[in-house]
């Protein structure tokens, strides 16, 4: 196959990637097969595979890139790309990350995603910290950086990283959930509830949102409101233990104990194993036997 042939092919292949795609697969795997040293061919045909999201296709057609073009930065970025799109093939993703000579910002991106994978939250925000300035326009960095905060608990600075996103992106209501979030675990309920309140109005409707939403509600003395969200909650997911154990939590404070002992074997009955459910379940029984001692 001549040097034209291989151009007229790799055109065909370009133009028919997106409708007729296997027609593409078909040229350029012949492109290959002739002439295995056509960078282009093996950089498309990988492309194809990734943008279909069939990922074990595009392991293999890369590592098969990879051993004709050993040196090659972006097969070896790509074949990582490829393994991070199964949380359980972190590592990997990383042992190719780790083989590219001067990676570019997206790839310290995707490795911060994978040591997130692993559980190694400091090693993710130390490098999502590092590239963070070249990514203030994209809404997924706030969101990323602000969750790992949360789980170092280091509520102060998802607290100013999600402000700042807010800023950025005042209509996205994932933010605007997560700042809520940060709140309440800072024990600024009022800004917590401030924040909920206009995380619904942007479309947030979940039963752990609601979950939040009623957490914050009783602390600043609004417990009918936390009620109605706690039954809320319930409503949108029948399943969400927590909010029946919370809800049961707050009538044992209120010493409404037959409606707390309802919500609790409402609890116990989808989740007759849940340690949290047992430790109230007790704290009821509890408070019963004192009652009737008095």
Not at 11 to 16: F, P, S, V
Not at 76 to 102: E, H, R, T
Not at 122 to 137: D, N, Q, R, T, Y
Not at 193 to 199: G, I, L, R
Request: hydrophobic content about 35%.
């Amino acid at each position: 196959m001549d040097k034209d042939q291989i151009s007229a092919k790799l055109w065909r292949a370009r133009y028919n990637s997106n409708k007729k795609w296997l027609l593409s697969v078909d040229l350029l795997e012949d492109i290959i097969a002739a002439e295995p040293q056509t960078y282009k061919a093996h950089k498309l045909l990988c492309n194809i595979y990734l943008r279909k999201s069939f990922f074990q296709k595009a392991k293999q057609v890369l590592r098969r890139a990879i051993k004709y073009f050993p040196n090659s930065n972006y097969f070896k970025f790509q074949l990582g790309n490829a393994y991070l799109n199964n949380y359980k093939k972190a590592s990997d993703a990383l042992y190719w990350y780790d083989q590219v000579k001067d990676p570019v910002p997206e790839q310290k991106f995707n490795m911060a995603v994978a040591y997130l994978y692993l559980n190694k939250p400091k090693k993710s925000i130390a490098l999502i910290e590092e590239v963070f300035p070249m990514f203030k326009h994209f809404v997924k960095a706030y969101i990323f950086l602000g969750e790992q905060y949360i789980k170092l608990n280091d509520y102060k600075k998802a607290i100013d990283t999600l402000k700042s996103g807010r800023e950025n992106f005042p209509t996205n209501n994932k933010i605007a959930y997560l700042l809520a979030m940060a709140y309440e675990k800072n024990n600024e309920f009022l800004s917590a509830y401030v924040t909920c309140k206009k995380a619904e109005e942007l479309g947030q409707s979940s039963a752990k949102f609601y979950n939040s939403m009623a957490n914050c509600a009783h602390p600043i003395g609004k417990t009918k409101e936390a009620i109605n969200y706690f039954k809320k909650s319930i409503n949108k997911n029948f399943f969400y233990t927590k909010s029946y154990l919370d809800l049961s939590k707050l009538y044992m404070d209120m010493k409404d104990y037959q409606k707390a002992e309802k919500y609790l074997k409402l609890a116990r009955k989808i989740d007759p194993l849940n340690i949290y459910v047992t430790l109230a379940t007790q704290r009821l029984k509890r408070i019963y036997k004192r009652l009737e001692e008095e």
